[in-house]
């Protein structure tokens, strides 16, 4: 939870909290939800929301018609609804999106009142919490990504020698959370009713789901007792609550000092760094705390990996070691082909002919934010051959469309140059960073 771009009464109060937390790890908080529900709370909860940009839920009410009859109406009324403490949430729309590695995933999306309710709720308690993670936990926290967990895997495959890598993988991580261990890890902290009502009502709130034969209604979350829902703004701090139990296990049961084994999270994703002859211990260890924790371990998915004989992916990366000019080898990372490969496709759906209708500056402007986008995250350890890859596809791709939109055949290489491209209609070449990372590579 950021302190930085909150108002700064809301930065005040959150910095208390957080202070107060931190001096005192084993204090509990009986008053929260009058602090909820401030006004200055809400409203900040309301502008997040609105920053999002997210897709209505299932009352199909959005962000444009809440200001046109009077945003500050709208607030005032959920504010009362929370003062008085009869604010209940709504059902969750639930919708599929595809999964990295296939299939898909259930998207739990609550109407905008709940997310502000959510928001407003993450804000206090955010800062409570946070004080409590593991410094190995690098999923939704401040000032921690992505990156900065990749990094912390190299330093531990260089500078401490792991040379074994347990690559595990959970299967369906946020549903199988079980409900009642996980308002034990909220209720550790939080001590105020009214807030812990609330949360639990969040997890065991009904699911709508539109199919060709009507909407159906489910209440699995709350028949199953597990699952914080995918899509929910307090569902990554809930999420990282109960994996926290995991961390707390491996160190209090001597894992990391016998093993010498370091884990390192980011949401459900996990490795565990091992030194030669560890990683089979490291292995079977994990798989019995997941399994007392309510855990279950996706088989198909969890490996060993011995470097530097093998690499494996993590957050998008693949890890391991690669050979450099002069066939000098280095430990460091690179984007996987999986990553590649998604981009690739998002390029190719939105270069086929069906989109002919649109103009050559629309299909620009959406190809532009998604290469843009890539490349930022993508930015760590070589990535030139990377980039070059994605740079000529998208040209050619473009050029085609751009043949087919004038209902001809053929490459386009002649009718259209990469500087017509990339100049004149304003398509963004990747260019690689002027230095890679020092601790992406060496």
């Given at each position: 939870?950021?302190l930085?771009?909150?108002?700064?009464?809301?930065?005040?109060?959150q910095?208390a909290?957080?202070?107060?937390?931190?001096?005192?790890?084993?204090?509990?908080?009986?008053s929260?939800?009058?602090?909820?529900?401030?006004?200055d709370?809400?409203l900040?909860?309301?502008?997040?929301c609105?920053?999002n940009h997210g897709?209505?839920?299932?009352?199909g009410?959005r962000?444009?018609?809440?200001?046109d009859h009077g945003?500050?109406?709208?607030?005032?009324?959920?504010?009362q609804?929370?003062c008085?403490?009869?604010?209940?949430?709504q059902?969750?729309l639930?919708?599929?999106?595809?999964?990295?590695?296939?299939?898909?995933r259930?998207?739990g999306?609550?109407?905008?009142r709940d997310?502000?309710?959510?928001?407003?709720?993450?804000?206090?308690?955010?800062?409570?919490?946070?004080?409590?993670?593991?410094?190995?936990?690098y999923?939704?926290?401040?000032?921690l990504?992505?990156?900065m967990?990749l990094?912390?895997?190299?330093f531990?495959i260089?500078?401490?020698?792991?040379?074994?890598?347990v690559?595990?993988?959970?299967?369906?991580?946020f549903?199988t959370i079980?409900?009642g261990?996980?308002?034990r890890?909220?209720?550790r902290r939080?001590a105020d009713?009214?807030?812990?009502?609330?949360?639990?009502?969040w997890?065991?709130?009904?699911v709508l789901?539109?199919?060709?034969?009507g909407?159906r209604?489910s209440?699995?979350?709350?028949n199953r007792?597990?699952g914080?829902?995918?899509?929910?703004?307090?569902s990554p701090?809930?999420?990282?609550?109960y994996?926290?139990?995991?961390?707390?296990?491996?160190?209090?049961?001597?894992y990391?000092?016998?093993?010498?084994a370091?884990?390192?999270?980011?949401?459900?994703?996990?490795?565990?760094?091992?030194?030669?002859?560890?990683?089979?211990r490291?292995?079977?260890?994990?798989?019995?705390?997941?399994?007392?924790l309510?855990l279950?371990?996706?088989?198909?998915?969890?490996?060993?990996?011995?470097?530097p004989?093998?690499?494996?992916?993590?957050?998008?990366?693949?890890?391991?070691?690669?050979?450099?000019?002069?066939?000098?080898?280095y430990?460091?990372?690179?984007?996987?082909?999986?990553?590649?490969?998604?981009?690739?496709?998002?390029i190719?759906d939105?270069?086929?002919s069906?989109w002919?209708?649109?103009?050559?500056q629309?299909?620009?402007?959406e190809?532009?934010?998604l290469l843009?986008?890539?490349?930022?995250?993508f930015?760590?350890?070589?990535v030139?051959?990377?980039?070059?890859?994605?740079?000529?596809?998208?040209a050619?791709?473009?050029r085609i469309?751009l043949?087919?939109?004038?209902?001809?055949?053929?490459?386009g290489y002649?009718?259209?140059?990469?500087?017509?491209?990339?100049?004149?209609?304003?398509?963004?070449r990747?260019?690689p960073?002027?230095?890679n990372?020092s601790?992406?590579k060496?």
């Amino acid at each position: 939870m950021s302190l930085g771009t909150s108002p700064e009464k809301v930065r005040t109060l959150q910095t208390a909290l957080q202070t107060k937390a931190k001096t005192e790890p084993a204090t509990r908080f009986y008053s929260l939800w009058d602090k909820v529900c401030r006004a200055d709370v809400v409203l900040e909860a309301y502008r997040r929301c609105r920053a999002n940009h997210g897709a209505p839920g299932a009352d199909g009410e959005r962000f444009e018609h809440i200001e046109d009859h009077g945003r500050d109406v709208w607030l005032g009324r959920l504010r009362q609804e929370l003062c008085a403490k009869t604010y209940r949430p709504q059902p969750l729309l639930r919708v599929w999106i595809p999964k990295a590695q296939g299939g898909e995933r259930p998207l739990g999306i609550p109407t905008i009142r709940d997310r502000v309710v959510q928001a407003a709720v993450l804000l206090v308690i955010g800062p409570i919490f946070e004080t409590d993670l593991s410094p190995q936990q690098y999923g939704f926290r401040t000032g921690l990504d992505a990156k900065m967990a990749l990094r912390r895997i190299h330093f531990g495959i260089v500078q401490r020698g792991a040379r074994e890598v347990v690559d595990a993988d959970l299967s369906d991580y946020f549903q199988t959370i079980p409900h009642g261990d996980l308002m034990r890890c909220v209720a550790r902290r939080i001590a105020d009713g009214t807030l812990l009502a609330v949360i639990r009502q969040w997890l065991d709130a009904p699911v709508l789901e539109r199919t060709p034969e009507g909407v159906r209604r489910s209440t699995e979350a709350k028949n199953r007792s597990r699952g914080t829902p995918q899509g929910g703004i307090i569902s990554p701090l809930l999420a990282n609550l109960y994996f926290r139990r995991f961390m707390l296990a491996w160190s209090r049961h001597g894992y990391a000092a016998q093993l010498r084994a370091e884990v390192v999270n980011y949401a459900d994703d996990l490795v565990i760094l091992c030194p030669p002859g560890n990683g089979e211990r490291a292995l079977e260890a994990m798989r019995h705390l997941m399994d007392r924790l309510g855990l279950t371990v996706n088989e198909k998915k969890t490996r060993l990996a011995r470097l530097p004989a093998d690499r494996f992916d993590f957050l998008g990366y693949t890890v391991g070691r690669f050979f450099g000019k002069d066939g000098c080898p280095y430990w460091g990372t690179r984007p996987s082909k999986k990553s590649i490969k998604r981009l690739l496709g998002r390029i190719h759906d939105a270069t086929t002919s069906r989109w002919n209708a649109k103009d050559v500056q629309s299909r620009i402007e959406e190809l532009n934010p998604l290469l843009r986008g890539w490349a930022g995250y993508f930015s760590q350890g070589p990535v030139s051959r990377s980039y070059r890859l994605i740079n000529d596809y998208t040209a050619r791709r473009l050029r085609i469309w751009l043949m087919r939109k004038r209902g001809k055949r053929g490459t386009g290489y002649r009718q259209y140059s990469d500087q017509f491209l990339y100049d004149t209609w304003g398509l963004i070449r990747l260019v690689p960073p002027r230095a890679n990372l020092s601790n992406a590579k060496v």
